[in-house]
């Protein structure tokens, strides 16, 4: 994204100059609803991000523009003080949650704008977040580190958005790394860097452009699923506090105890969380065909056993598996959003021609097509 109009928005509101500051979006290869029980997710920050420029004021007001929707905000910095404009809301709960954390921040002026997809599944508040997140903390010499700014990205979300979401997206946006994804344990937040680098295949969404409204109270239903299969196996294995602790034998001793559905659903995660695990380990051999077939085998769970796709993304999944893609799946919660697709070069036009032409053609919706690179999180740019 050019900065420029960033730089020029910033000189005029304000007559002078801060400094640029810049989080991504976020991507996550495999593993969807292992999060909450406790497994393990791959993501890797992408080549779309929010960009801020950003300077101490001397008071105690915060003065922000969002540039792309053309709106002002201005607020103090104490509790009371929280302001109406939702996306002003992010940059006032970072705020806050490090003033919590003992380390205060003062005024500033800013001007921000992204070039993320709004609802594609990218994640664009938690590059905001880590955005603003990232530059309070290198500007005010607060001393946080990576891992700590995405979890004041994640309990902004939490206090101030009334969004009880994971780690993974905040934790991608600030720690990613160009050429890698990261396959972070979310029991114990552990973390380590897995090379991507898959030569002769891009990688690219293509969104449905639709979002079912199921999805709140479905995704209450699914994670409670889990946990009640995860109460009938810790009777008689007490270790077992999460499905992450399981594995297969277990769930199938469980079998006729608990609900058809309820055991589905499980099994879909202890499935899920074998095949990102086998991912990881195709990838370190440059073995990208077997994780497109992860990711199609991903897909299917997510459709049938989870219940958690739709129409629209199941077309594309079979247009993907039709013209020879290496691997595709849902992306994300799920009930809309994107398919991210593995796809060898020399098949690349077709197939984003010919699946976005049928889809256009069955639905009557002009799907949006995002081509992402693997690239590094949150730093400064100027």
Known sequence: MDITKIREKFKSLYGTTGDVYTSPGRINIIGEHTDYNGGFVLPGAIDKAMYCEIKPNGTDKVRAFALDLNESAEFGLEEADAPQQQWARYIFGVCREMAKRGKPVKGFDTVFAGDVPLGAGMSSSAALESCFGFALNEIYGLGFERFEIALIGQATEHNYVGVKCGIMDQFASCCGKEGNVMKLDCRSLEYEYVPFNPKGYRLVLINTCVTHNLAGGEYNKRRESCERVVAEIAKTHPEVKLLRDANMDMLQAVKGKVDPVDY?????????????????????????????????????????????????????????????????????????GCTINLVKEELYDNFVKTATEAYKKKFNIDPKVYDVVIKDGARKLA
């Open 264 to 336: 589905m659903r499980a099994e879909f995660v202890v499935g899920e969380i074998q095949r990102l695990l086998d991912a990881t380990k195709a990838m370190a051999k440059d073995d990208y065909e077997t994780v497109g077939k992860l990711m199609y085998q991903t897909h299917e769970g997510l459709s049938k056993k989870y219940e958690v796709s739709c129409p629209e993304l199941d077309f594309l999944n079979d247009q993907a598996k039709e013209l020879g893609v290496s691997g595709s799946r849902v992306m994300g919660g799920g009930f809309g």
